[in-house]
């Protein structure tokens, strides 16, 4: 069996790297990878950590790259290497431009689509932008749909999606987590961690397109007047991506009890997580990430496709109004039995073992039809 695997960014290549392993080592399979580089350096990183070495590197990042640019590179340059390699199963994952556009492409090829992450749903088309049109287009060419819980088997089934053509796998996320954790805290880390020693670390990440502008403005002065605090460091490392970059440094550079980074590499941010008290994000892996720490997570957008967490008790919405992200924080921070709450609540997105779930689910799928 020839199975392509198509990812584009590090979140993407962080949940299909345990996969990616598996197939490896999988006999009768013939596995390949395909990066399309919508991110570089931040996919590099990945592929580094987990030692995956791409077959096919299309390499399309470029700078202030539009979505309809982006997407027509994808057309243009990956068809060829479906044609060459003539895969069996193209595995692709989550909600990025690359699912969307590698799905549509298998389907005008007749591969049949592994949907990794599939049936997460906000029911807005507008949030998050694009990624919830992304992984429905995803959703309706895909041959196998491997949802991380029964929530998002839910939503398939509601769609119309034959139940025997989803798997309810758990999310790899845990598997590569589980993977980086074991390994050494890095030098970097360390030094942070030592240098801010009593004070609790508040990690932040906040990079969504549809927060870009007056959200993300928001989401700075609600942390610059929290870190008038002084028992607390907030960390913030920050997405090269000039909507970020610029209210984060206008707003944020120079304020005491504020630290900016450049974007960490994945091992390292696993580490910061695994030391910090709150993450404060509006991405999407950290809300399935954090709880597996046991580290309560303040999501700042107005919508999750990940529920499951906020049913769970160990997410909350926050939105992006400052005065809300200022009080839900310095409850957490100040009431310890709420702090408690949500720390101690039970992780929902999977037990370490997804990629073999895929894998066996695959392999079954074919004999079948063999």
Known sequence: MKILSVFGTRPEAVKMAPIVRQLAQTPRVDSCVCVTAQHRQMLDQ????FQIKPAYDLDLMRDNQSLPELSASIFTYLDPVLTTFQPDWVLVQGDTTTVAITALLAYYRRVKVGHVEAGLRTHDKWQPFPEEINRRVAGVAADLHFAPTAWSQGNLLREGVDEKNIVVTGNPVIDALNFVAKQETPNE?????????????????????????QPLENICRALKELAGRGD???IYPVHLNPNVQEPVKRILNDVNNITLLPPLDYLPLVHLM??????????????????AFGIPVLVLRETTERPEGIDAGTLKLVGTETSYILQEAKRLLDDESEY?????????????HAAERI???????????V
Do not use: C, W
């Not at 008290?277 to 809300?287: A, E, F, K, R, V």
């Open 232 to 234: 607390l460091e907030i």
């Open 46 to 49: 990945v592929l580094n950590l």
């Open 274 to 291: 695994k030391h910090s008290s709150l993450i404060l994000t509006d991405s999407g892996g950290i809300q399935e990430e954090a709880p």
């Open 340 to 352: 408690r709450k949500m720390a101690k609540a039970s992780n929902p997105y999977g037990d370490g």
């Open 189 to 213: 880390i360390q030094k942070i961690i030592g240098k801010h020693e009593g004070k609790r670390i508040i990690l932040v990440t906040a990079h969504r397109r549809e927060n870009f502008g």
């Open 359 to 369: 894998v066996e689910a695959l392999l079954k799928t074919n004999d079948s039809h």
